[in-house]
């Protein structure tokens, strides 16, 4: 790869100027995710810094969440986190489909219950439609045509339980976000509750916030 060369007559620090010399390799896809990046040594060598300045680059990449530091194996880039903000109502399918990822889903059960998540007059027999290989929102809109026109989602930040941390493969009692999403169809009537849970260290919420000019 190519090394930019630092500035040291610079008064910014070098190990920031490091941090951002590497950040951009990551954020470019020079280096990928799971990669593992040059050691301590070679990176010093390569920039012409001291490891100490290195080693305090690389901590604040790993406080960023952009590496992971293993103990005695080196630093790798760590998972791209999902960003949430704003967005267009899509299926979580469609919405990791645009970023570029590949979802999957396992059906651990499936019920008719009183107050359901899906009101069952609307959708009768959805109990029975293949949800591991299709998108729950092109089912309800090829199968029973409906088309979901806005929604309201609550975001909490939670500490996770045994149960749904083993199915997210991390600790018991690890930070994550709890999404209750509530959607609505044109009419206004509700057409599905949703309670998700995504993992605290592969996902954020950015919100873009304008100002109206009346500060």
């Keep these: 790869m190519t090394v930019t060369a630092l500035d040291k007559r610079s008064p910014t620090p070098l190990y920031h100027q490091l941090k951002a010399v590497l950040l951009s390799a990551i954020q470019s896809g020079r280096w990928k995710a799971g990669e593992q990046l040059p050691t301590e040594s070679e990176l010093a060598e390569m920039y012409g810094v001291s490891k100490i300045t290195v080693r305090e680059a690389l901590r604040e990449l790993a406080q960023m969440r952009y590496v992971r530091r293993e103990q005695g194996r080196g630093t790798f880039v760590a998972r791209t986190h999902l960003e949430q903000g ?74 996770l339980d045994a149960e749904t941390a083993s199915l997210l493969g991390i600790p018991r009692r690890s930070p994550a976000m709890a999404v209750e999403r509530v959607t609505f169809l044109a009419s206004g009537q509700p057409l599905e509750l949703v309670d998700s849970v995504m993992r605290g260290d592969q996902y954020q919420i950015v919100l873009d916030l304008v100002s109206e000019g009346r500060l």
Excluded: Q, W
Excluded at 104 to 126: E, M, N, T
């Design 86 to 159: 704003p967005r267009e109502l899509t299926s979580f399918s469609e919405e990791m489909r645009r970023r570029g990822y590949r979802s999957s889903s396992r059906v651990l059960a499936r019920d008719v219950i009183a107050a359901a998540y899906l009101p069952l007059r609307l959708v009768p027999g959805v109990e029975k439609r293949n949800l591991e290989s299709r998108s729950l929102y092109e089912i309800l809109r090829k199968d029973y045509n409906l088309v979901p026109e806005r929604a309201k989602e609550t975001h909490s930040a939670i500490a």
